[in-house]
């Protein structure tokens, strides 16, 4: 795996998943544009001070991904810091609404879709151009275990379940565009792919329902340095058109899991989150 002097847009890189995983391309030598909306600015001057005290390279740049007008902009100005980008994570997305699907109203379903299919499609077809100039390219896109129906008994209250229905369709619509256009560019040196956490990664936007859930179900959980491995492993390898989750790529690559330093090990597959011990999201 060599990624030392590739360039990173990683959005949704103010916390959880996605400063993981820049944090973790930074210590391979990627230079990492991190990327959230002017919201979470001290959230990303975070993400960079914790890279750059690491000996890596970052910049941040704010764009609210739900302006159409803002993030037709992003790749260019991300491309700005350290030149052009080779690779990209589609890390940002959010559920506005746990409307039940029987009633989720129109205006919900747009920005839903907006922010979690639009937007990264937008970033690709942005991103692709020099990609394919240079042969070379990464994209990775964040999706959900959601996309498919959960198993009954539901894990939770059936109104939860059922109100992240439209969440789970806008990452399913995102794992079949990203196999497609992994088929598209077949030959390219671009690759795409797909990655979810198994269940549950342990992250701020998630942290109530993973200590819920982890209560009972400690294996649902895990933490994000599991994400961030994936996410390396798919960026760094020759994988194309996959859509996996964290746990099974490790144990499929018979992978060790590292710190967000890319160097000690912690773990493997099989590792959970230890709630108790200092808490890393
Ligand atoms: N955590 C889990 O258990 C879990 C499970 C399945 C899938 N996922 C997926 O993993 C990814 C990251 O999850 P996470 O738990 O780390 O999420 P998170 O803690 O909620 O963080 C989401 C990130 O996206 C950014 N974002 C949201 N709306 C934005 C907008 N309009 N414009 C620009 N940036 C925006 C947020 O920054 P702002 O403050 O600017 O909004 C934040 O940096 C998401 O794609 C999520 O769907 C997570």
Same mark, same amino acid.
């Given at each position: %795996?060599?990624?030392?002097?590739?360039?990173?847009?990683?959005?949704?890189?103010?916390?959880?998943?996605?400063?993981?995983?820049?944090?973790?391309?930074?210590?391979?030598?990627?230079?990492?544009?991190?990327?959230?909306?002017?919201?979470?600015?001290?959230?990303?001057?975070?993400?960079?001070?914790?890279?750059?005290?690491?000996?890596?390279?970052?910049?941040?740049?704010?764009?609210?991904?739900?302006?159409?007008?803002?993030?037709?902009?992003?790749?260019?100005?991300?491309?700005?810091?350290?030149?052009?980008?080779?690779?990209?994570?589609?890390?940002?997305?959010?559920?506005?609404?746990?409307?039940?699907?029987?009633?989720?109203?129109?205006?919900?379903?747009?920005?839903?879709?907006?922010?979690?299919?639009?937007?990264?499609?937008?970033? !690709?077809?942005?991103?692709?151009?020099?990609?394919?100039?240079?042969?070379?390219?990464?994209?990775?896109?964040?999706?959900?275990?959601?996309?498919?129906?959960?198993?009954?008994?539901?894990?939770?209250?059936?109104?939860?379940?059922?109100?992240?229905? &439209?969440?789970?369709?806008?990452?399913?619509?995102?794992?079949?565009?990203? &196999?497609?256009?992994?088929?598209?560019?077949?030959?390219?040196?671009?690759?795409?792919?797909? &990655?979810?956490?198994?269940?549950?990664?342990?992250?701020?936007?998630?942290?109530?329902?993973?200590?819920?859930?982890?209560?009972?179900?400690?294996?649902?959980?895990?933490?994000?340095?599991? %994400?961030?491995?994936?996410? !390396?492993? &798919?960026?760094?390898?020759?994988?194309?058109?996959?859509?996996?989750?964290?746990?099974?790529?490790?144990?499929?690559?018979?992978?060790?899991?590292?710190?967000?330093?890319?160097?000690?090990?912690?773990?493997?597959?099989?590792?959970?989150?230890?709630?108790?011990?200092?808490?890393?999201?």
């Amino acid at each position: %795996m060599e990624l030392s002097g590739r360039v990173a847009l990683v959005t949704g890189a103010s916390r959880g998943i996605g400063r993981a995983i820049a944090r973790r391309l930074a210590a391979h030598g990627v230079a990492v544009i991190v990327t959230a909306s002017p919201r979470s600015v001290e959230g990303l001057q975070e993400t960079c001070a914790l890279i750059r005290a690491a000996g890596g390279r970052a910049a941040l740049v704010t764009t609210d991904l739900l302006e159409v007008s803002a993030r037709t902009h992003l790749v260019a100005k991300a491309a700005a810091a350290f030149g052009p980008i080779d690779i990209l994570v589609n890390n940002a997305a959010g559920i506005p609404t746990y409307a039940l699907p029987s009633r989720v109203e129109l205006a919900a379903r747009q920005s839903l879709f907006d922010l979690n299919l639009q937007a990264p499609i937008d970033l !690709t077809q942005q991103a692709l151009p020099s990609m394919r100039d240079r042969r070379w390219g990464r994209v990775l896109n964040i999706s959900s275990d959601t996309v498919q129906q959960p198993e009954i008994p539901y894990p939770g209250a059936a109104k939860l379940v059922h109100g992240l229905t &439209l969440y789970a369709a806008s990452k399913s619509a995102l794992e079949r565009f990203s &196999l497609g256009l992994a088929g598209e560019l077949h030959g390219s040196g671009v690759h795409v792919n797909c &990655l979810a956490p198994t269940r549950i990664a342990y992250t701020e936007g998630a942290a109530t329902v993973a200590r819920q859930i982890g209560a009972t179900r400690p294996e649902w959980i895990e933490s994000v340095e599991m %994400m961030a491995e994936a996410a !390396t492993l &798919l960026i760094g390898g020759n994988y194309n058109g996959l859509a996996v989750k964290s746990r099974e790529l490790l144990q499929q690559a018979q992978a060790p899991l590292h710190a967000l330093d890319g160097k000690t090990v912690i773990g493997d597959a099989m590792s959970l989150v230890n709630f108790d011990a200092n808490d890393t999201r």
